[in-house]
Every structure is written in C-alpha cells, then in structure tokens.
C-alpha cells in the first residue's frame, strides 16, 4: 500500500508540472492569437499542426504511447484556437447579418402551409399565428420553401421532427438548399383516426391512404391488418380528401378528426397512433435573417472533412463556450458519397459571446457553414 502511495504522489507531482505547462502554452497562445488578429491569419493553419503532430509522436517509445500522444497534442491544439477564436470573436459586432426584430403579424400576412385544410400544418399554423392572418396552402414542402423564398409568403410552416417516427429528412434538406431562415418553432399532438365515407366499416376497408410517417406512426393498429394495401400520399388531409374524391367505401385514410369534418368523412376507429404522447415539432420559416430578442434556441448546419476526430471537434465549441446542445441530425450531401451534412440545435442567444466564440469557431473550421436561425424554443413534449 505504501508503494501505491509513493507512486500516486509521484503522478502528483508530474500532473502539477503538466498543469504549469499547459497554461505556460496558453499563455503563449494568446499572443499568437494577438499577432494573427493583427496580419489576418486564419486560426486553423493544417499544415503546422500536421507537422507538430508528426514531431510530437516521433519522439514516443512505443505505438501505445504514439496513438495517445497523437489524441493528446490534437486535443491541446483544438483547445488553443477555441482561445484564438473567443479573442477573436470578441471584435465581431454582429453575426451573419442577422438582426433583432419582433414578429408581427395582421390579417394581411400570408402564411403558408402544406397539404389542404384539415391537415396537422394547418393546425400547427392556428395554434402560432391564430386565425387573424391570411393562410394559404400548397401541396408539398418544396412548394413552401419556394413561397417564402420568393415572397409570396412571409411565413412558412413546416414539420421537421416528430417524437415517434423521428425527423422529417426532405424538410432538413431544403432547409440547408434556400436561403429562408427558422424564426420561431410550435408542436402539436398528433391524434390519428381512420375515415372513412359514410356508411363504410372496417370490415370493408382494403386500402387505406396516409402521410408516410403516419402510416410508420400507426404501425401497430396496420400490422394486425396485413391484408390492406398501405399508399403513401403527400400529407394525411391530401388522403383524407383522396377517400372522398374516389368514393370507393373499400378506402380509408389515416388522418385526424379535423379532417373528417372538413371533408364529410366518418371516424371509423380513434386514437390509432402506436404511442399516446405523440408530437409533431414544426418550424416557423421566413426569407428575413431576424430574430426576436428574447430568442433562446439556435439552428445551425454545417460539413466537415470526412477525417477521423473531426466532428468531435467541432462539438467541442459547444462544450469549451458552455453551451447546451439539444439536438444534432446528419443528412447525406447530394454528389458527395459517405460525406454528410449536420444540423445542430443548441440553447443560447446570437447577442450572447459565448454563441458568438463558438459559431465563430465552428464557421472557421467548418464548410458551408450556415446559421440556420435564431428563435424562441419550445418545450419538448408540452
């Protein structure tokens, strides 16, 4: 037991001098940061860290040794820029030309939805805005994107995110594909039901119509019927309107009772959904770069080299600045095989200089980096 003593006091002693070391190197960091700010050097500089990384590891006695000097100097590096970059974001006055405007509405502001009336987008819609403004739909999230973009709509209402099936991937793929931004977010509880026409039953029913993820939503109530053909469509109303349009009492939609009433159908069956909390997350898109002032949730998107570590620094901007990351999603980047595109949520503030230190850091190593909005959050699951 002595022995042990003896030697954890030893491994005392060369951690304080590792301790004095470090801040000895940081020190130094800060003027290197000082003298880069003054001949505007970039922070990252790859090819001296590449060499530094090769010098350090030479110098090891064994290939144990060599890995965890590699992790060791790669993790000391990424911390020394975090500390360039804080200097340096420190100087910025403002942050991609976003700028801090309430949101007002009147019943002249378009805003549009997907799918027809009664669909969830429309509820997602009222519960945002409310009735006094002026709403209009369209048939698909591209068709959205595209109003907002061109100004046709102020305001677009999208889903990205249920708490079931997951995310919604085309609607992450035009967010990073048009230059509209997230200004605000609302959630909504999906509550499915089958329709189906008047005088129908479910002994008749051989196909019925849904919104992908709400035929994957309902998937317990349709695996013990195997026998019905499941057909996608682009929303759950659009099927519920289908039904209506055919006539065919064999078909049925999984829709909600909203969208019963609004096309005559009856409610053939409640509450299919395989989880009773079932939400939908839509975001609030508009073409404008603002934000309110009390927003406290940031979207942010970027790529990285497709090189072991990357993303793991990266994420250490969030961590170095104390910053709560909410959620992160990987989307594959159209031409580019095995690489990905990835979407951040995290809490915080573009006024705030711990979001600026960090996106200031992410951007610089990072390619088409975007801020994707700033707005006020809501709480999962209310």
Request: contains cysteine; hydrophobic residues 40%; aromatic residues 8%.
């Amino acid at each position: 037991m002595e022995e042990l003593i003896k030697l954890r006091d030893e491994i005392d002693v060369i951690d304080d001098q590792i301790v004095s070391l470090f801040e000895q190197r940081m020190a130094v960091a800060e003027r290197v940061a000082a003298f880069k700010r003054g001949v505007g050097k970039p922070v990252l500089d790859k090819e001296r860290e590449k060499s530094k990384i090769q010098k350090v590891t030479e110098k090891t006695s064994n290939a144990f040794n060599r890995q965890a000097v590699e992790s060791l100097f790669g993790q000391i590096m990424a911390v020394s820029r975090m500390l360039q970059y804080q200097r340096l974001a420190s100087e910025r006055s403002d942050v991609e030309g976003f700028r801090v405007q309430d949101m007002v509405t009147t019943p002249k502001t378009k805003v549009v939805y997907t799918g027809v009336p009664g669909a969830y987008a429309e509820a997602a819609m009222d519960g945002y805005f409310g009735t006094e403004i002026s709403g209009f739909n369209v048939e698909t999230f591209g068709d959205a994107m595209e109003a907002v973009h061109n100004g046709e709509a102020e305001y677009g209402v999208l889903p990205i995110e249920n708490s079931s099936t997951g995310s919604v991937n085309d609607v992450y793929d035009l967010l990073s594909a048009y230059d509209n931004h997230i200004v605000g977010e609302t959630m909504i509880k999906i509550e499915h039901a089958l329709l189906g026409l008047p005088g129908s039953r479910i002994e008749d029913i051989r196909t019925v119509y849904s919104h992908p993820q709400g035929l994957m939503q309902c998937s317990r109530f349709l695996d013990g019927r195997r026998d019905w053909q499941q057909v996608s469509l682009q929303n759950t109303a659009a099927s519920a309107k289908r039904v209506l349009d055919d006539g065919d009492m064999t078909q049925a939609a999984i829709a909600s009772k909203q969208a019963a009433r609004n096309f005559g159908l009856t409610v053939l069956k409640e509450k299919l959904n395989d989880l009773d909390k079932n939400f939908t997350r839509f975001v609030i898109i508009s073409h404008e770069k603002v934000f309110q002032e009390k927003a406290d949730k940031i979207s942010v998107c970027f790529e990285v080299p497709h090189e072991s570590g990357t993303l793991y620094n990266i994420l250490g901007h969030f961590i170095f600045n104390g910053l709560n990351m909410t959620r992160i999603e990987s989307r594959p980047i159209q031409g580019k095989p095995w690489q990905y595109r990835f979407f951040v949520d995290f809490n915080g503030n573009l006024r705030e200089q711990a979001v600026r230190n960090a996106l200031h850091g992410i951007q610089s190593e990072t390619e088409g980096f975007r801020i994707l909005g700033n707005y006020v959050g809501v709480e999962q699951g209310q």
